[in-house]
């Protein structure tokens, strides 16, 4: 049974910033991993992030998408079964690892797991089309 996805808002914003051919990827990456995002040892495909480059991201797991050179950094929400995107970012030096650290702090007390407005939704049928569609 899969997991529902959601992205935060800036993750949203990194996805319709890569082109067709990738964005493609990432989705049926994530799809695949929705499927049991928990770690692997708990039988799921997560892979755990913890003190990375002096970022902690306890609590959170990425997907390597290798032939891109992209991560997607994620968090559960176990009782709601809810797969929460942080950030989708090329690896770059770790980059992406700061950047995640970057927005899980400046949610500024408001949790990353409760994101509100977002500026378009993402559509994907079983087929792997992708459309996003602005929500303004």
């Known amino acids: ?3 529902t ?3 935060n808002k800036k993750a ?3 996805l319709y910033h ?4 990738q964005r493609t990827q990432v989705l049926k990456a994530i799809r695949k991993v929705s499927q049991n995002p928990l770690p692997k040892t708990e039988g799921g495909f997560g892979k755990p992030l913890g003190n990375k480059s002096n970022n902690n991201l306890t609590g959170c797991y990425k997907i ?3 032939t891109l050179g992209i991560r997607v950094i994620y968090a559960l929400v176990r009782k709601d079964r809810n797969m929460k ?3 989708i ?3 770059a030096d770790d980059t992406v ?4 650290a970057d927005r899980i702090l400046d949610m500024s007390g408001k949790s990353i797991l409760h994101e509100d407005e977002i500026p378009f939704e993402i559509i994907q049928n079983q087929s792997n089309k992708v459309t996003l569609a602005k929500t303004f």
Do not use: T
Request: charged share 30%.
């Open 97 to 100: 690892y700061k950047i995640a």
């Open 5 to 7: 996805i959601e992205y």
């Open 1 to 3: 049974m899969s997991w």
């Open 18 to 21: 890569l082109d067709h051919s």
């Open 85 to 87: 995107i942080i950030v």
């Open 64 to 66: 390597k998408i290798r």
């Open 89 to 91: 970012s090329a690896r």
């Open 12 to 14: 949203k914003q990194d």
